[in-house]
């Protein structure tokens, strides 16, 4: 009865916010995308993918940072057991354009995600008849897990976490959600705290594991040297240049490091930024912020170099912390977003600079600090300081950035760990 309940309250909700919809798909491109499959209608082609021998894994990431992290799961995962088919899922727009160069080879369909309704989600499971599904992080979809584990087949958690926040919502509402966590086979947590609140959440004591963080696990894709060095020269990036790479920038944040760009170019006259907002859909209002502050700018897109590099490219900001001196990590200079991975430049042994509302990564800014590899900055005035002194002292950055990186190789073993469970639940 309360999942009766549940699925009438989604399609009020549905319901009200559909006029709000129409315009957004006819204002914004990305809100048409996909229509159709996150309806459940999946089309010839991708169905034909997955046909054939082998069991189907259905893997769910909602957007970039889950895509990117699941990628050496699913390859290790293949290598293990070939003959498995994978569709792959995510939210946005974003999440599908890197799921379609990180996973090739290995991706047999990608689609997105279907809406959490009954009719939808059976209209979308005929025509995947998954063996296994497997979520990453904190998606939990009360219909989806009802209907798959009524149906005997496994649903699966990997880097598995749970928000105080989110925790204090399940606890409240547990007379629902202790059923949707008992329905989940595996939860392969992130660390002991998500393992624990799984548990009384819902998650039966036998079925919850602890894998540690797939983020640790990092493989970025692989860099060509010559094509490396071929684009230093198309963007005018010189030997002799310094880049401060700012990624996955929010509203807000880019002018914080706009105005410290400036103060920090009057001592570093060969200084260049490279501005990576996180959005698709904010690179002309970003470019339009770079232009009313009177700075000379390119975007990546035409191949244009300058002192500020705006990159309106998708999937190449790993290449650009790789070539970087600096990295400032967005999502943590303004409250209300939580951060983002602080561990992509961390891979390329740079030193990592974020702000401080950190909160869904701040697990990662306290291993950073403990090992010398991360500093936390609290305003404008602070971030000038901090990356201005790295910049002018090569041995400081080359220790904290051998410090970041550090903190990835004692990491290191959740990818195997995350696999072997998975492994546990996948049909011959």
Aim: proline share 5%; aromatic share 8%.
């Amino acid at each position: 009865m309360i999942y009766v309940l549940y699925d009438i309250l989604l399609h009020i909700i549905f319901l009200l916010g559909t006029p709000y919809l129409i315009l957004k798909m006819i204002l914004l491109r990305k809100y048409r995308a996909g229509i159709p499959e996150r309806f459940g209608i999946i089309g010839d082609e991708k169905r034909g993918k997955l046909s054939g021998a082998g069991p189907v894994v259905w893997v769910h990431a909602v957007s970039v940072g889950e895509t990117r992290a699941v990628m050496p799961v699913l390859k290790g995962l293949k290598a293990r057991r070939p003959g498995i088919k994978v569709v792959f899922s995510t939210v946005t727009e974003t999440g599908q354009g890197v799921a379609k160069k990180d996973g090739a080879g290995v991706i047999d369909a990608l689609i997105y995600f279907p809406l959490d309704m009954s009719w939808v989600l059976r209209r979308a499971l005929k025509s995947l008849n998954p063996g296994a599904l497997i979520v990453v992080e904190k998606e939990i979809w009360p219909n989806l897990f009802k209907t798959l584990s009524s149906s005997g087949v496994p649903v699966i958690v990997i880097n598995g976490t749970i928000s105080e926040r989110s925790f204090r919502r399940y606890r409240r509402l547990r007379f629902f959600f202790s059923g949707v966590f008992s329905s989940i086979s595996a939860f392969a947590a992130r660390t002991e705290e998500d393992m624990t609140r799984a548990i009384e959440a819902g998650v039966r004591r036998e079925r919850a594991f602890l894998t540690g963080n797939i983020k640790f696990g990092l493989i970025p894709p692989s860099m060509d040297i010559a094509a490396l060095e071929d684009l230093k020269k198309a963007l005018s990036i010189a030997p002799t240049d310094t880049l401060i790479v700012a990624g996955s920038t929010h509203e807000g944040e880019e002018e914080i490091i706009l105005a410290s760009f400036r103060d920090l170019r009057e001592d570093l006259p060969g200084l260049k930024l490279v501005l990576a907002p996180r959005h698709p859909e904010r690179f002309a209002s970003v470019e339009a912020l770079i232009k009313r502050a009177g700075l000379d700018y390119g975007r990546r897109s035409r191949g244009r170099g300058a002192s500020i590099i705006l990159l309106d490219t998708i999937g190449e900001l790993m290449t650009f912390y790789s070539i970087g001196a600096v990295a400032i990590v967005g999502g943590s200079l303004v409250p209300g977003i939580g951060g983002h991975n602080l561990l992509e430049p961390a891979y390329f042994g740079k030193p990592v600079v974020y702000g401080p509302y950190l909160t869904t990564y701040r697990y990662m800014a306290e291993m950073l600090e403990d090992t010398g590899g991360g500093i936390m900055v609290r305003d404008r005035e602070a971030l000038t300081k901090e990356v201005g002194k790295l910049l002018k002292d090569a041995p400081l950055r080359a220790r904290m950035g051998g410090a970041a990186r550090k903190v990835l190789d004692r990491n290191s073993g959740s990818v195997e760990k995350t696999i072997d469970v998975i492994g546990r639940f996948i049909p011959e």
